[in-house]
């Protein structure tokens, strides 16, 4: 299990339907096997997600975000982690619960 306490992350990939770019940064803190962040950047205004781990290189959280509209959208997803040249990536599989759209994004940890 990796250790996301204290990491940044920013979005390197996403699907047309996801609203998180390269602009949003996510916070992520964690406590044993619970992780929680806060993220905002680009078209969200603020954002939070909670979850836990669900292997020892996945987890599955919840997320909600007001986007730049005042749009409150709401989902869920699946991240699995990798470590590629000392830097953590995550490949996420989310679908919104409104609409219930399905996408794909990357995520990697930078440091500000």
């Known amino acids: 299990m990796f250790n996301l306490n204290n990491k940044i992350f920013t979005a390197v990939q996403n699907s047309?339907?996801?609203?998180?770019?390269?602009?949003?940064?996510?916070?992520?803190f964690q406590q044993e096997k619970m992780i929680w962040a806060d993220y905002q950047?680009?078209?969200?205004?603020?954002?939070?997600?909670i979850g836990k781990?669900?292997?020892?290189?996945?987890?599955?959280?919840?997320y909600q975000h007001l986007n730049q509209q005042l749009e409150n959208r709401l989902g869920r997803c699946v991240t699995t982690f990798t470590l590629e040249n000392?830097?953590?990536?995550?490949?996420?599989?989310?679908?919104?619960?409104?609409?219930?759209e399905v996408g794909q994004s990357q995520i990697i940890e930078v440091t500000e």
């Open 41 to 49: 950047g680009g078209e969200i205004l603020k954002g939070f997600l």
């Open 53 to 62: 781990w669900i292997s020892d290189c996945q987890i599955e959280f919840t």
């Open 16 to 28: 047309e339907d996801g609203e998180v770019n390269d602009q949003t940064r996510f916070y992520y």
């Open 86 to 100: 000392e830097k953590l990536l995550g490949r996420e599989i989310w679908q919104w619960l409104d609409t219930l």
